[in-house]
Nanobody, 124 residues
Framework: QVQLVESGGGLVQAGGSLRLSCAAS????????MGWFRQAPGKEREFVAA????????YYATSVKGRFTTSRDNAKNTVYLQMNSLKPEDTAVYYC?????????????????WGQGTQVTVSS
């Protein structure tokens, strides 16, 4: 079992930045690939970013590429999502997720554990 707790969400103006953190506890964190997803009201949960177990390979949705960066610190059992140049359409609840595999995936169904989510609101 892996427990995930996100933090760092909030209200920011368009063009601003936020850094989300996701702290993991339980099983060996470095055995898991990690993903970030988001869900806006009335929409399905969608892929944002992912990172493999060693943190060398990262992947991004087209909509955030060049603006968001994910990283991980296995010594701290934490994964991060740095979000720059935020837009109103980035407003959503952001979730981190753990996949019991060294390699990440963009599909919601491929992740085994989820955090409770943190709200990000970008005002225009």
């Amino acid at each position: 079992q892996v427990q995930l707790v996100e933090s760092g969400g909030g209200l920011v103006q368009a063009g601003g930045s936020l850094r989300l953190s996701c702290a993991a506890s339980g099983r060996t964190f470095s055995n898991y690939a990690m993903g970030w997803f988001r869900q806006a009201p009335g929409k399905e949960r969608e892929f944002v970013a992912a990172i493999n177990w060693r943190g060398i390979n990262t992947y991004y949705a087209t909509s955030v590429k060049g603006r968001f960066t994910t990283s991980r610190d296995n010594a701290k059992n934490t994964v991060y999502l740095q979000m720059n140049s935020l837009k109103p359409e980035d407003t959503a609840v952001y979730y981190c997720a753990a996949r019991n595999n060294y390699y990440s995936d963009s599909r919601v169904t491929e992740y085994d554990y989820w955090g409770q989510g943190t709200q990000v609101t970008v005002s225009s």
